[in-house]
C-alpha cells in the first residue's frame, strides 16, 4: 500500500501548548500536503510543501519535510481550543495523478 | 470562484439497493476528480479519479463504480449495496495544471441496514 502512517492517533493537550504530528511515507513524492477536518465535515487543505523544500511556515502552522527519511511533521504552535480536529498528511506520487492520505492524527486542544 | 457541490448529505439504503452520489464542481474547467470513502474514524480510501470526460481509473475492486457524464460532473454508483459499503462518501476536485490542493465537498454519509 501506497498510505503513509501517521502518529500519534490521538494527542490531547491544553490550549496554549503546541501540537506536532508526524507522517511517514513509502516512495518518492511530488509534495506532501496537510488537511484539516471538523467532525462530520470535508477537509480543508493546510499547507503544502515541495518535495524540493525542507520547511515551509504559515501562520500558526510549520512544516517540515525530510524527504532521505520520508517523513514529514506539522507543528501548530499555541493551540487554540478551536484547533481541534483531525489532521491528515497527504502525499501526490512522482509521475500519478493520485493523492494518498494518511490515517491522520485527532488533536484535541482542551481549553 | 470555484465551487463544489456533493448531494446527498445524508442517505440511509438497504442492502441490495441501488446506489447513486453526485458531485459537481462549478468555477472551472476540466477538473481532475476524485471519489474517497472514509469509514469511522479512519483515514481516507482512494476510490476513483477522473482527468477527463470518460475517463476513470479504478483504485479498489469493489461492487462501486464511478462515472463522469460531463466535465464537471462525477457520479458514484453501485446496483446493490452491501453492508460494508457503508461510510462517508468524499468528493474532491483539483485543477489539472496544478499537482497539489484537492478541494473538498462537505461529504454524503451512507448507512446500509
Known amino acids: 500500500s501506497q498510505q503513509g502512517e501517521e502518529d500519534p492517533q490521538a494527542l490531547s493537550i491544553q490550549e496554549g501548548e503546541n501540537a506536532t504530528m508526524n507522517c511517514s511515507y513509502k516512495t518518492s513524492i511530488n509534495n506532501l500536503q496537510w488537511y484539516r477536518q471538523n467532525s462530520g465535515r470535508g477537509l480543508v487543505h493546510l499547507i503544502l510543501?515541495?518535495?524540493?523544500?525542507r520547511e515551509k511556515h504559515s501562520g500558526r502552522l510549520r512544516v517540515t519535510l525530510d524527504t532521505s527519511k520520508k517523513s514529514s511533521s506539522l507543528l501548530i504552535t499555541a493551540s487554540r481550543a478551536a484547533d481541534t480536529a483531525s489532521y491528515f498528511c497527504?502525499?501526490?506520487?512522482?509521475?500519478?495523478?493520485?493523492?494518498?492520505f494518511g490515517a491522520g492524527t485527532r488533536l484535541f486542544v482542551k481549553a | 470562484s470555484q465551487t463544489i457541490h456533493q448531494w446527498p448529505a445524508t442517505l440511509v439504503q438497504p442492502v441490495g439497493s441501488p446506489l447513486s452520489l453526485e458531485c459537481t464542481v462549478e468555477?472551472?474547467?476540466?477538473?481532475?476528480l476524485y471519489w474517497y470513502r472514509q469509514a469511522a474514524g479512519r483515514g481516507l480510501q482512494l476510490l476513483f479519479y477522473?482527468?477527463?470526460?470518460?475517463?476513470i481509473s479504478s483504485e479498489v475492486p469493489q461492487n462501486l463504480s464511478a462515472s463522469r457524464p460531463q466535465d464537471r460532473q462525477f457520479i458514484l454508483s453501485s446496483k446493490k449495496l452491501l453492508l460494508s459499503d457503508s461510510g462517508f462518501y468524499l468528493c474532491a476536485w483539483r485543477e489539472v495544471a496544478n499537482t497539489g490542493e484537492l478541494f473538498f465537498g462537505e461529504g454524503s454519509r451512507l448507512t446500509v441496514l
Open positions: 477522473s482527468v477527463g470526460i470518460g475517463q
Open positions: 510543501i515541495r518535495s524540493n523544500e
Open positions: 468555477g472551472t474547467s476540466n477538473p481532475n
Open positions: 497527504a502525499t501526490d506520487y512522482t509521475g500519478g495523478f493520485k493523492t494518498i
